[in-house]
């Protein structure tokens, strides 16, 4: 089968020449699939429109030995309002960026896909909170790929307590006693631990309902960031980077 027929989204897009875009394409058959969309540069390209970053769109793909070629592309969603506000601009990236390198090359992923799609649709909606979008956007990939953090009760001997640790090592929370073994953990508190919950099970367009003080947003951000760092290395994330100096993130270490 060398010619693929594949709704997908597009996750990266760069020009690679003058004429030609090298795309990564997020398929609902294959997963993550490197692309060429050659002379999509070109004003008059019939390409142009559907390998822009974001869009969803059908694709023909001709299926190369490393980098398949995108022969045919018709639009189903721009996602255009997310390419010119600077903010949504700089969220889509990082979703995109975190999917890409959390992911094998064809290795299809639906329920990653339907998550990043409905990223998409909700991050239009500028009443959000943004911050709290990307906490939930983080957790859910994170939790679809295996990785859920154990948030119940001790995760070594299973006593509920007041008074918790997370260990990023483990995956999850300790108790002060268990913790001890466990050098790398970090106080929680239980209000900040009930809202990581929620944010792993509340619809997106349903976050505003949450009540979260900055210093919890931030508590969230750090155990979220160290959590991903564990598994993708997020020090050379570019969107991320971008993201605080746009000043939509603060900085935490
Ligand atoms: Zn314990």
Excluded: H
């Excluded at 142009?48 to 023909?60: C, E, G, N, Y």
């Excluded at 721009?78 to 064809?106: I, P």
């Excluded at 990653?112 to 500028?126: A, D, I, P, S």
Aim: proline share 3%.
């Amino acid at each position: 089968m060398k010619y693929l027929q594949t709704e997908g989204l597009v996750t990266g897009s760069r020009s690679y020449s003058e004429a030609d875009k090298l795309l990564t394409l997020f398929t609902l058959e294959k997963g993550k699939v490197p692309a060429i969309a050659k002379g999509a540069c070109k004003t008059k390209s019939k390409l142009a429109a559907s390998v822009q970053l974001f869009t969803r769109a059908d694709f023909q793909l001709y299926m190369g030995k490393t980098l398949a070629t995108v022969t045919q592309g018709e639009i189903k969603t721009s996602f255009y309002s997310l390419r010119y506000d600077l903010t949504n601009y700089a969220y889509g990236q990082y979703f995109c960026e975190l999917v890409n390198r959390l992911l094998e090359e064809k290795e299809p992923f639906p329920e990653v896909y339907q998550l990043l799609l409905t990223v998409f649709e909700v991050l239009k909606n500028t009443e959000l909170d943004m911050e709290l979008l990307a906490r939930s956007f983080e957790l859910k990939l994170l939790s679809i790929l295996g990785y859920r953090p154990y948030l119940d009760e001790c995760l070594v001997c299973s006593r509920e307590s007041d008074f918790y640790r997370f260990s990023y090592q483990e995956g999850g929370i300790l108790c002060a006693e268990c913790s001890l073994g466990s050098p790398g953990s970090q106080k929680i508190n239980l209000g900040t631990l009930s809202i990581i919950k929620k944010l792993l099970s509340t619809k997106y367009s349903r976050l505003n309902i949450l009540k979260v003080s900055p210093s919890q947003k931030k508590e969230i951000l750090l155990i979220n960031k160290k959590l991903l760092n564990y598994n993708v290395n997020l020090g050379s994330c570019k969107s991320l980077v971008f993201l605080e100096e746009l000043g939509a993130l603060p900085k935490v270490t």
